[in-house]
C-alpha cells in the first residue's frame, strides 16, 4: 500500500510538473513561420538610426512594442479604433489558454504539442516604460532597414480573412487591447519568446531566436542597446 501510494504521488508530482512548464509556455506562443525579410545579420544596428523599438517583459512572457508613425498601411488597420495610441505592444499566447482562459491541466500539458496561437495587441497612450515599469523595458535603435523588417513580421504573423482583414478572436484583458488570430502554431519549443527574438531578428537585429524563455530575450535586448547606445526607457520617450 506504501509502495502504491508513493508511486501515485510520484505520478501526481509529474503531472503537476509538467502542467506548470506548460503553463508558463501556454502563456506564450510560437512564432509563426519565420519571414523571408529575416536576414539574421547585424545590419539593423547601423545608422542612421530610423525609429525606436521596446522589448518588455512581463513574467516569463515578452512583448515587442512600436511607435503609432510606426504602422504601415496593413497594419493601421489594427489601431484604427485606437486614436490618439502612441505605442502598440504585440505578443503571442496559447489561444486556448489566453482567449479562452482555459487553464486547466490538460490545456496546459496540451500547450507543449503544435495548436493554434493569438496575437495579443495592447494600445497605449503612455510610453511602456511607464505602463509596464521602466525596469521592464529595453529600448532598440533600428534603421529603416530593420524598421521595414519588422513591419512586414508583423503584418506576417497576422491571420486575415478572405478580405484581407484580421481575424478578431475577442477584446483583451484589459481596455485598450485585442486578441488576434495568429498564422502559425505554438509548442514548448516555439514559445511567445522564441517569437519576440525573431521579432528583434527581423528588425534587422543580431539575436539568437532559438531562446524559450523571457530572461534570454531580455538579457541580448540589453546587450544590444549598450551596443547601440540606445537612451534607457525610463528616460521616456522623444
Known sequence: MQKRRSLHCSRTR???????????LAACASAPP???????????????????????????????CIRSEDMDTSLARVARDFAGARFFCFGFGERQYVVGRRHDPLTMIAA???????????????????AFGAANVVRLAINAAGRDGLQTYLRESLETDPNGQPVILGAGPYPGSVFYAAVGTYDAFHTCNTWTARALRSARLPVDDTVLFAGAVMRQA?????????????????
Open 14 to 24: 509529474a503531472v503537476v510538473a509538467r502542467a506548470a512548464i506548460a503553463a508558463s
Open 34 to 64: 519565420m519571414p523571408s525579410s529575416v536576414p539574421g545579420d547585424a545590419t539593423g544596428l547601423t545608422a542612421p538610426t530610423a525609429t525606436t523599438i521596446e522589448v518588455v517583459e512581463r513574467d516569463w512572457h515578452t512583448d515587442i
Open 222 to 238: 540589453r546587450q544590444l542597446a549598450g551596443v547601440t547606445g540606445t537612451p534607457d526607457a525610463a528616460a521616456g520617450s522623444p
Open 112 to 130: 507543449l504539442l503544435p495548436s493554434k496561437a493569438a496575437l495579443l495587441m495592447a494600445a497605449l497612450r503612455a510610453p511602456p516604460a511607464e
